[in-house]
């Protein structure tokens, strides 16, 4: 007799329920990743807004007073690395296939098919970087959602308790706290490992008189990201461009590299990262394949502090429960 399989109404409402909410959340992917990077950047900014409230200062002038300086900081760096960076990493690109056929002769490397490849390179970061910045609504609403954040930083508890019930309310708050906490402390670290370890190699690339010092260094920053693997990776075009000069001047880029890897281990690490909690290397790279297989870099970009909030949850809600 063939088994009969029965299904309740109530099964086929919630299928149906589920996947409309799954629909509806991707026809607004763009506005919960607008709000998932404010919410990344109210908790990086958040300890320096409270430290100034600590001094008497109305919460919005605090806040006013940080956009000013961290919008300041971004105009100033930006304007002065963007063209000398565009212009370096064009000329880069280009004599990229130069490089290899000086330094590997024997591969049999298409240089024509490769130029060719690597020629627009330069402009697609200059129209990637211009339209960034030409969505000005998009980076607006980040900005003011951010401001927003921060501002009613201060009613979230009540807001919950209300929405979610007392004792639910409290506990999810405690999970949000735990989360700005540690997200903040790890984007605030990350950010000052890149930009110490960018400009030590840019400082050091300059003084041993590399060339296209501003994108080798601007490399090594962003592949402190990449935990053990990443310096390792960021040094071998810088050594292939001193290569290219002489064989000392690559010597003395792998004793500049070496050098830095070592003060980031037992200084700039030790000293940025105490009070992040940080996640396992192989966690991290897994994360950055992960988020850079579904969405290239801007996911790679997200990965990280995607798993350190998911890490977080999981941790909080396992604690509660014992």
Known sequence: MPTRIEISHKTIFFTFGFLAFVWFLWQIKEIILVL?????????????????????????????????????????????IFPPLILQTLRFWERLPEFFAKILPFLPLN????????TPVGGNILRITLGFFSNVFTLVTFLVLSFYLLLERSNLES??????????????????????????AWIRGQVILMLVVGLAAF???????VDYALPLALTAGIFEIIPIAG??????????????????????????????QQLENNLIVPTVMRKAVGLPPFITLLAL??????????????????????????????????
């Open 36 to 80: 998932f990077l404010a919410f990344i950047l109210m908790s990086a900014l958040r300890p320096s807004v409270e430290k100034l409230e600590k001094f008497r200062i109305p919460r919005i002038i605090s806040i006013l007073f940080i956009y000013f300086l961290f919008l300041f900081f971004l105009g100033a760096v930006g304007g002065a």
């Open 111 to 118: 240089f024509e098919f490769l130029t060719q490849q690597l």
């Open 159 to 184: 807001a919950f308790k209300t929405l979610f019930g007392e004792e639910s309310g409290e506990k999810v708050v405690k999970i949000i706290w735990k989360i700005e906490e540690r997200l903040g």
């Open 203 to 209: 400082i050091g690339l300059t003084g041993l008189g």
């Open 231 to 260: 310096p390792i990776l960021a040094g071998i075009p810088a050594v292939l461009v001193a290569l290219v000069t002489s064989p000392v001047l690559a010597l003395a880029v792998v004793a500049l590299y070496f050098i830095i």
């Open 289 to 322: 394949m992960i988020g850079g297989k579904l969405a290239g870099i801007f996911g790679a970009f997200l990965a990280v502090p995607t798993v350190v909030i998911l890490q977080t949850i999981l941790v909080e809600i396992a604690s509660q429960r014992k």
